[in-house]
């Protein structure tokens, strides 16, 4: 009889182990492609923004800058310099928003885990453009 319960007692622990390391392996794994597949669409978005600088004003560039709310909701940093960008252009004469433009994509940058070069501020600003 001893042995009846022990083993039974052997056969509940084993079920309850082997339920327990699957949850906690299905949860370990759903966290991990959730933090790739966030860093994914943080690295996409910052190559178009960074892609479609030449032209602020363009459908690309905008419909890129309109998406950042959504994919950088987790970066206060990067929403703080959207904001400051968007009221440096809704502003007279527009004086700071080369500067806001700048900050604003360093700061997307460095969010999607782009290394930062020591590059000049003005390479943000300088575009390819073989048309010009």
């Known amino acids: 009889m001893r042995d009846n319960v022990l083993t039974i007692t052997t056969i509940a622990i084993t079920i309850i182990a082997s339920l327990l390391s699957g949850i906690i392996g299905v949860a370990a794994s759903s966290y991990f492609v959730y933090k790739l597949e966030r860093r994914k669409l943080k ?6 923004l960074l892609g479609h600088r030449f032209s602020i004003k363009g459908d690309e560039f905008s419909c890129a800058m309109n998406q950042v709310i959504a994919v950088f909701a987790d970066s206060p940093q990067v929403l703080q310099a959207m904001r400051n960008l968007y009221h440096a252009l809704e502003s007279p004469g527009k004086l700071q928003a080369e500067e806001a433009l700048v900050d604003f994509l360093k700061a997307v940058c460095k969010d999607a ?16 453009n073989p048309r010009d």
């Open 43 to 48: 690295f996409d978005l910052a190559k178009r």
């Open 113 to 128: 885990g782009l290394a930062q070069v020591k590059l000049n501020d003005s390479y943000f600003l300088k575009t390819f």
